[in-house]
């Protein structure tokens, strides 16, 4: 920037012109191959991290062959390992913490975006966005102290009573009430991601013009009406890859779920019962694993974490491509 | 500006020369693996240092760790709480000997039960664990114990999740008095747990069992006796009930052969003797029979010496129990024969 005033204030000839020029071009050259480096550097170290787990995982993955994807034993005293029960659980606790925390994180957006008087826009703004700052062990151990206790007393037995009759929900709500399980590891998460739901769907909703709106308004649509057939339509692309991120962290959160969902590792048809996820189960086990062939079999519920977390980011790419789209037609 | 830049300069380059300085004064012993013998190898470390100005370089990552460092060389000593079988020692040229033991002990959560009040034997605590025994008011239980209000609620069971020490001790003992769980599940540091919940750490299972009504679970002894939890008795293999205390833990330590098995691999579990406590265990150290760096082995070895002669005393406040004299004789007596340095000669003479 300085060379450049200077060049522009005093008439100065055609050499010097044409050095300064070249400094200038050479600088930016500089700045393209430091911003390249910067680039290549993550591809490089994503692809080293692939192949570290590639390798790693090897070895279990040749033992077992496919019957690692569906078996449901884990047992390192036999040294027979299959990831189905991790799987699951990893799974099953994204999707309910979704189904908990979409709506309400966007409900929250819209509320206010849209709704909540400006006084109380910036606390309740900024209460929110404290939750993404609380370090996930603290959601872990209230989980556990302060939650748990709560669901079993509470809610679990009322579930059960609930449901103790009517098919398959019965089998849905049954069990005694541990307190902890997959239902609570559903709930923590559903937490830990709604402010990651809401902080991004209030971003794009506040960059709908106000023009749609006033004009909707002034059509004699009410606010429901401009938040439904305006306001979410013109930001779904934003809405959705909140809601993505927010999965992707889901799907690979560690601590918080480690506490409360129980680590065992079964696939049970009631929501009450203990399970485990991948990440949890690599925690657990880890320091303590000996022997090749165990080691090994975690790497590749790494390699199993890893992949997932890509499928879920490719369909988000692919719904994203499909609503643009739709839009454009 | 200028001034403060280069005050600030200078400062850096102090501070850097002072780490440098303190990191080439303190060779430091280093050491990793299992995590329940770290506050007693801590303390040792404090007294050592003050001792000898010498310190201690501990990383508590668990068994599994310890073990992979030392088989990688990156560490002088690894400490597991499960030992390895002699073949293994061979295998990777390491010898291993005990520092301390310490019990386990079943904690329950009932109500109306006070600390000690329930008696459980192996084959029911088994059962239990196994899913086979389901309700406290079970008949094996009522039993065990006739005089007791027990509650016709669901037993929950809780267990480790993650990979440890007292799992293995805890699940060897199970292996020995009940042959279905030796036939369905076996004994590791981790293992396929036929029912329950899983709770990470000490701290988790106390929790969980603190907060489950008909809970059981098992802890290490210390953090049993320091939370003031709900104990249970156990049916000893000479048909005794008997409270889990350091006493009952020594017992049981007496009546191992130590001198006869290879590599110091006893586990004190189901031992004999009217007041042995059946669930025991010794937490071990790993070195290697020709180190690498003989000076630091040697180090390594003055410290446990040390440790051995005048850490007794910290072990019990810590609610560890040390290892008997004769046993510690015994170690001292390894390190002589098999660990030498590049000349053949023992790097360490013991104090013993």
Known sequence: MAELTLVQEHPVSATARGSSLRRLARTDAFFHGLTRAAALAVLGVLMGVILALVIGAWPALSHFG??????????PVTEKFGALAPIFGTIITSAIAM???????????????????????RPVGIAIELLAGIPSIIYGIWGLFVLAPLLQRTIQPFLIDLFGNVPLLSSLFAGPPYGIGVLTASIVLAIMILPFITSITRDVFEQVPPMLKEAAFGLGCTTREVIRK??????????????????GRALGETMAVTFVIGNAHKINASLLAPGTTISATIANEFTEAVG???????????LLLFVITFIVLAIARVMLARVARKAGK | MKLSMIALRSAAVAAAAAGFATAVAAADISGAGATFPYPIYAKWADAYKKETGNGLNYQSIGSGGGIKQIQAKTVTFGASDMPLKPDELDKSGLIQFPTVMGGVVPVVNVPGLKPGELVLDGATLGDIFLGKVTKWDDAAIKKLNPNAKLPGQAIAVVHRSDGSGTTFIFTDYLSKVSPAWKDKVGAATAVEWPVGIGAKGNEGVAGNVGQTGGSIGYVEYAYAKQNKMTHTRLVNLDGKAVEPTAKAFQASAAGADWAKSQGFYVILTNEKGADAWPIAGATFILMHKQPQDPAAAAEALRFFDWAYAKGDKMAEELDYVPMPDSVVKLIGKTWADQIKGKDGKPIHASMM
């Open chain 1, 230 to 247: 305006v306001v979410i339509p013109y930001t779904r692309v934003g809405v959705t890859g909140g809601c993505m991120l927010a999965l």
């Open chain 1, 66 to 75: 496919f019957s690692f994807l569906v078996s449901q034993s884990w047992n």
């Open chain 1, 292 to 302: 090749d062939l165990y080691t090994s079999a975690l790497i590749a519920l790494g």
């Open chain 1, 99 to 121: 189904l908990f925390a979409v709506p309400i994180g966007i409900g929250v957006a819209i509320f206010l975006t849209e709704i909540c008087p400006p006084l109380l826009r």
